[in-house]
């Protein structure tokens, strides 16, 4: 068995590809038979090991730069465990990598099947201005047709909640699932939800539904054509909000500056209908400051932390501003189906409340 190549070209692919989330198998050759085999199997050991070590040499001063740099283990998981396990796959001998692999992470980290945990981000709500934001938004399909969307307006309030110092987001706009206003109330210090509200006006009589959330479970209450509630177990971490409210509050809440890197993690949409996805994230999405950069959009020109998001196949960027930190446009490519799509949403008002 071959032990992995170790050029700087290959090195530097492997470092690149892990950045933005790819599987990396480093190749390992054809199984080797009887007493040869097995001594083969001794020194791809040693030579594994020692592969290991200067993957994650070069990881850990890649990474200088991070915010958080990440453990000999984090790096070495995140370098050789593909290697490992596509030699275990193959029907090879399990070697000393994937040993080590799963006694420090288990089976699914150190096999692929699951990501090596990440430290949580750090956000702070205090950061996030009490204002008044109307985005718009347009979607470019195959380079040709072009869809101007109507404006959807976010109206966050710093306050507080039962004791605790909130922020409340109210959004209001086009009917989206028949819901054209719901609003959202978040704990300050690290953005967990503590009460979701929404409203069907296209019900009769009007529908409306609340979520109220604690440490360690959700319970809806429905009214309208259907009356009912539930409770329903519900995994809290910082940050770790849908999508449609992540714009608004969370990458606002990041502590961007240079070099900054990380991991946001996405909940499922707030409905009894979607619990069973509660206890775990929705998705998670990677994160890096990629420069400083002035913009401008119908709001005005904005100095901004330009944000490379997500993972190849899905291209986007979003640019924050520095000095209120909300965001003032994002723009994302991708496919589907084999038709492109080019969608961007950017800032139109921005009215700052006083504090």
Known sequence: ME?????AETLASIIARRELGER???????????????????????????????????VLQHRALASRAPSVDDAVAFA?????????????????LRHLMVSAFGVAVACGAEPVPSAPIEVDGSQIAAATLVYGSRTVTDGAFTSEHAASTFVITHRVWNGVPALLVVRTG??????????????????????????YPTQKPVGSMHADFDSSSVSFLLAGRVDTAGRFPYAQAAGRLPWEWTKVLVIPGLKLAP????????????????????TQAWATIPLRVTGRETITV???KFDCWKLSAGPTNYAST????????FVVKS?????FDGTEFDDTIYLEEAAISPP
């Open 24 to 58: 990396v198998a480093l190749p390992l050759g054809d199984e080797i038979a009887s007493a040869a085999r097995r001594r083969r199997w001794k020194i791809t050991t040693a030579l594994s090991a020692i592969a290991a070590t200067v993957i994650a040499a070069l």
């Open 174 to 199: 086009p009917l989206i699932t028949r819901v054209s206003v719901d609003s959202l109330t978040v704990a300050e210090h690290d953005l967990i939800p503590l009460h979701w509200a929404s409203w």
């Open 80 to 96: 050789s465990a593909d290697s490992a396990c596509e030699s275990f796959h193959g029907g090879s001998d399990p070697s000393a």
């Open 259 to 278: 070099g900054w890197r990380g991991t946001i993690q996405l909940a499922a949409p707030y409905h009894p209908h979607v619990h069973v996805e509660f």
């Open 298 to 300: 119908p709001a005005g």
């Open 318 to 325: 979003i640019w924050v501003s520095t000095e209120n930190h």
């Open 3 to 7: 032990p992995p190549s170790l050029s």
């Open 331 to 335: 723009r994302s490519e991708h496919r």
